[in-house]
């Protein structure tokens, strides 16, 4: 039977995901491609303590539905935490949302048709990308350098498109997936090339507590909270990095006129986010456990980090390159220009070792001579093993093509 399916449907980067995905299915493999926490890291025991310790009153609570806009204990909660980052909230407004990825998709509801423009940066988090381009949008994006988007390219993208874009995505704070953060210089840069554009900046910071060096904290400060005159931005954020990702928990804060319609169109969505899960994550923040454990999972990720790192060094051959995070889940490695990393996942999956190509993250799907590694997920004594083996793929590729580094 042949069904008349929307235009929706077709996005190219969901499916290289799931294809990834099918692919790397299997008990015996170690895996970096998760970008996610390990199982072995989530709070169970506060959160069972916080759930026995509720009264009947919010327990019942949890079970029923929500405002739209959010339980507001924990509306309140994460005005309080979103002040202390420097954010602006006296004129904004937090919308609780089922994931950022919600957020995401609520604001590109909100402002794109079909065949209108959005920016990216090159690569870009795929998660975006698939909903951008369930949308409609014509995806346009921008390379980057170890400093962030590239200023001149983004200049010059502007002033060469014959419509304006909607929005520029991007994910300044431990960037998903080049592992990055962009320089205080790079920010202000950006915040002054779109000034007076109408560009609308959809800032995405899920990472921003993951740093790794107290020191460096001031790096993560959101373009939202820097005094950026004459352009619009909304901030997206979610517990899914700093208390679980089964919480289905984002928000975003924006402009009280923004908020309105994104209310109305999340109450198309789902009416409301999970009131269970609002309740408890909001306890959480309340009762003064996020920020030990925040502090639990940058020690956790340095060390995985840092491990990873070492095993690089040790074991990839010449010519492969990577970056070496300050924070957040994942480092970036750069093949040889003549090597492709769906090459490198065919021999490494076979080996029992599995990552996400690098033209997942290409707005265009083409590029594709880098790879992502989530340090985040792997345990800490398959890191070296499945680095070995990576190397190894990665060596039989080069052999293969008779590859010799310059």
């Not at 795929?126 to 988007?149: C, H, N, R, S, W």
């Not at 993951?210 to 460096?216: S, T, W």
């Not at 009416?271 to 899960?277: G, H, Y």
Request: charged share 20%.
């Amino acid at each position: 039977m042949e069904y008349a399916f929307s235009h929706m449907v077709n996005s190219v980067h969901a499916r290289d995901v799931m294809l990834l995905m099918k692919q790397s299915s299997g008990k015996n493999m170690i895996s970096f491609a998760g970008g996610m926490p390990n199982n072995e890291l989530f709070p169970v025991k506060e959160i069972d303590e916080i759930y026995f310790s509720l009264p009947d009153n919010l327990k019942k609570l949890c079970f029923q539905y929500g405002p739209t806009s959010g339980y507001p204990p924990l509306v309140s909660s994460l005005e309080k935490y979103l002040s202390q980052k420097g954010l602006p909230l006296q004129e904004n407004k937090v919308l609780i949302t089922t994931g950022s990825l919600q957020a995401i998709s609520i604001i590109t509801q909100e402002f794109v048709n079909k065949g209108d423009v959005i920016l990216t940066e090159n690569p870009c988090f795929v998660g975006a990308l698939t909903v951008f381009e369930t949308y409609g949008a014509k995806i346009l994006g921008i390379p980057m350098d170890e400093q962030g988007i590239r200023i001149p390219a983004l200049k010059e993208m502007i002033s060469s498109l014959g419509q304006k874009p909607k929005f520029l995505y991007l994910t300044p704070n431990y960037h998903n997936p080049a592992g990055l953060i962009y320089s205080p210089e790079r920010k202000k840069a950006l915040l002054e090339t779109l000034a007076g554009t109408g560009i609308i900046l959809l800032e995405d910071d899920a990472y921003n507590d993951l740093y790794f060096e107290e020191a460096e904290k001031h790096l993560t400060l959101p373009m939202k909270a820097m005094e950026a005159k004459g352009v619009e931005i909304v901030y997206t954020g979610s517990f899914s990095k700093i208390l679980g990702p089964g919480f289905r928990l984002g928000y975003m804060l924006c402009s009280p006129e923004i908020f309105d319609k994104a209310e109305t169109i999340k109450q198309a969505l789902d009416a409301c986010t999970s009131n269970f899960n609002q309740i408890l994550a909001n306890e959480f923040m309340v009762r003064g456990k996020l920020a030990p454990y925040l502090t639990f999972l940058r020690k956790e990720y340095a060390e995985r980090k840092t491990l990873l790192l070492t095993c690089l060094k040790k074991y990839m051959p010449d010519g492969v390159r990577w970056n070496e995070p300050k924070g957040g889940f994942y480092v970036w490695l750069t093949l040889p220009e003549k090597l492709l990393s769906v090459d490198v996942f065919k021999e490494s999956v076979k080996r029992g070792v599995v990552f996400v190509t690098g033209r997942t993250f290409d707005p265009a799907g083409k590029k594709d001579n880098c790879l992502r590694l989530a340090f985040s997920n792997v345990p800490k004594d398959e890191i070296e093993s499945g680095v070995q083996i990576l190397a190894e793929a990665i060596s039989t590729v080069m052999e293969f093509q008779n590859y010799t580094s310059v």
